[in-house]
């Protein structure tokens, strides 16, 4: 059995598998016709199985090595040099389930070839809920509950850290303490425009500093 690690989440993943006859020497001009290619993933009732001509899961010939991805398509790769090895264009439900995905390929007349991928990134418990209820379930924003680059900074900004700021306010407080002046009674740190304190403190005899008040506005 040939295994693998896939990523949670992978789409138009071209792969490949290799048919040996009983003497172990690969098998050439193979086509669709050839292959009943199956998979099943973990909790599922039953296994999905991929057929030339199924109406819903067809199994089809590619006109080309380099074709763009076509799921379920098939192609030999080369019956000079690879014999017997052949481009799979696998089914994008494989890499949405949860915990181990399952694809078996099996090729009539000849000993099953067996694929087993791991699907990793994702968590058994929750990851099959909806983008929206994962976020909330495990404090991480799913690529898919976001629509573009400007929602996800906005996420990644927003998250809080354990003295409750979020990390967008954290990162004012720090570059304040660095980058900016000290108001001129000692009592703060002021923004970069100089127009307001940032951090107002107290400080005592020892020189040590209590934080009276914060702003990140």
Do not use: C, H
């Not at 570059?175 to 400080?203: E, M, P, Q, V």
């Amino acid at each position: 059995m040939a295994k693998g690690t896939r990523g949670y989440g992978a789409t138009s993943l071209i792969t490949g598998f290799k048919v040996r006859d009983k003497l172990g020497n690969g098998v050439p001009a193979l086509t669709a016709t050839d292959f009943t290619i199956s998979y099943w993933i973990p909790g599922a009732s039953s296994i999905i199985t991929y057929i030339e001509g199924d109406a819903t899961y067809p199994l089809t010939d590619l006109t080309a090595l380099d074709d763009s991805f076509s799921e379920g398509g098939l192609w030999e790769i080369d019956s000079t040099y690879m014999p017997g090895s052949y481009r799979f264009d696998a089914p994008d439900a494989i890499f949405t389930a949860v915990g181990l995905g399952f694809v078996t390929v099996l090729v009539s007349g000849y000993p099953d070839v067996d694929i087993e991928w791991q699907i990793v990134g994702n968590d058994p418990e929750i990851q099959s809920l909806p983008p929206a209820a994962y976020s909330a379930a495990s404090g991480v924003t799913q690529k898919s509950d976001i629509a573009g680059t400007s929602e996800l900074t906005d996420a990644i900004k927003a998250i809080e850290t354990a003295d409750g700021e979020t990390w967008e306010e954290l990162a004012t407080f720090i570059g304040a303490t660095i980058l900016n002046k000290i108001a001129g009674d000692g009592t703060g740190i002021r923004d970069r425009a100089d127009s307001k304190d940032r951090i107002t403190y107290a400080t005592d005899v020892d020189n040590n500093r209590t934080i009276s008040a914060r702003d990140a506005t």
